[in-house]
């Protein structure tokens, strides 16, 4: 079984998908409040999160609106 990698950081998370990772579940199974972005855990994602948190990783700005304007969209059609 393949693991997987869970954040509820929203940046972190439009990131991600911006740089095509795509999200495999939202999950609000704790806290209905608080959303879970799950994403298939691989080498490649680890070192796009950790370049991240370090402020090393660029993404094309457009493209990020897009993916955060569509993950909201999620967000509050997945209640």
């Known amino acids: 079984m393949k693991e ?3 954040t509820t ?10 740089l095509g990772y795509p999200i495999k579940k939202l999950d609000r199974d704790e ?10 855990q691989n080498d490649n ?5 950790d ?8 993404v094309e700005p457009k493209k990020f609106c897009m993916q955060q304007k569509f993950l ?3 967000l509050y059609h997945t209640v």
């Open 45 to 49: 994602i680890q070192k796009s999160i």
């Open 31 to 40: 806290d209905p409040r608080r959303v879970k972005f799950i994403f298939d």
């Open 72 to 74: 909201k969209s999620q």
């Open 9 to 18: 950081d929203f940046s972190l998370a439009v990131t991600l998908l911006t």
């Open 51 to 58: 370049e991240f948190w370090c402020d090393n990783l660029s």
């Open 4 to 6: 997987n990698f869970q």
